[in-house]
DNA sequence: CCGATATGTAAGCCTATACTTACCGTAAGC
DNA sequence: GCTTACGGTAAGTATAGGCTTACATATCGG
């Protein structure tokens, strides 16, 4: 929970979001992906290095391309950070509407 | 999934994600907040209305200050985003690795 | 009412960073 | 070997946005 959690920080970005969702639906190239979004090829690099970074995801050499994919390590992560967080929520939230109850009853 | 899915842009932050992860331990008021925080109580005020734009908290009025706390339907929509997109990290990561292994083959 | 407490809002600054262009390295095909 | 595709890197710029200070608003206690 001390975590920093950079994986957050590197989805803050709505490019990266895309690029992100983009290879959920299976590998890409650099050229391939870039191909689809608004912004030049170096960019993109530039996007998938700090994805790489934060263990988001992986790529591999193909021939002369370079081919990324999801990291399901590291979308684990998330899942479970997410899981975390929303039983602490519904917790809170309980408690807080009897907090709420008690005081109407006051 | 096409969704822009602002709630990641909002946590993109890293004071904004202290925040959140603050008040997984329980509603606080914005002071209470701010006083554990290395930033201004306005900074905190701020941040806070960005985490409730996109519905990841909710506050409400306790005399003179105001308590928020996570809203758990804003940190389900997450928590289901990223099991998606285990999902598909797993049956991505799966045919690769078949890819992979029919290309040693060959 | 009046002061104190708690918080939201406005205006402005300043830094982080996303983007582009230019360049370089590398693998493959003829 | 030369050329052509593909992609990472460097340098420089420009804008978004996070922060602070100053001000406005609102509730409670006396």
Same mark, same amino acid.
């Given at each position: 929970?001390?975590?920093?959690?950079? $994986?957050?920080? @590197?989805?803050?970005? !709505?490019?990266?979001?895309?690029?992100?969702?983009?290879?959920?639906?299976? !590998?890409?190239?650099?050229?391939?992906?870039?191909? +689809?979004? !608004?912004?030049?090829? $170096?960019?993109?690099?530039? +996007?998938?290095?700090?994805?790489?970074?934060?263990?988001?995801?992986?790529?591999?050499?193909?021939?002369?391309?370079?081919?990324?994919?999801?990291? $399901?390590?590291?979308?684990?992560?998330?899942?479970?950070?997410?899981?975390?967080?929303?039983?602490?929520?519904?917790? @809170?939230?309980?408690?807080?509407?009897?907090? @709420?109850?008690?005081?109407?009853?006051?």
């Amino acid at each position: 929970m001390a975590y920093q959690l950079q $994986p957050l920080g @590197a989805l803050g970005d !709505p490019t990266r979001r895309a690029i992100f969702e983009r290879l959920a639906a299976g !590998p890409r190239s650099v050229g391939e992906l870039a191909r +689809h979004l !608004p912004v030049s090829r $170096p960019a993109v690099s530039q +996007h998938l290095r700090v994805l790489k970074r934060v263990g988001l995801v992986k790529d591999r050499r193909v021939g002369t391309r370079r081919v990324y994919q999801l990291d $399901p390590g590291g979308v684990e992560r998330l899942r479970s950070y997410f899981d975390r967080f929303w039983n602490r929520a519904l917790v @809170a939230f309980k408690s807080a509407a009897e907090q @709420a109850e008690k005081e109407s009853q006051s």
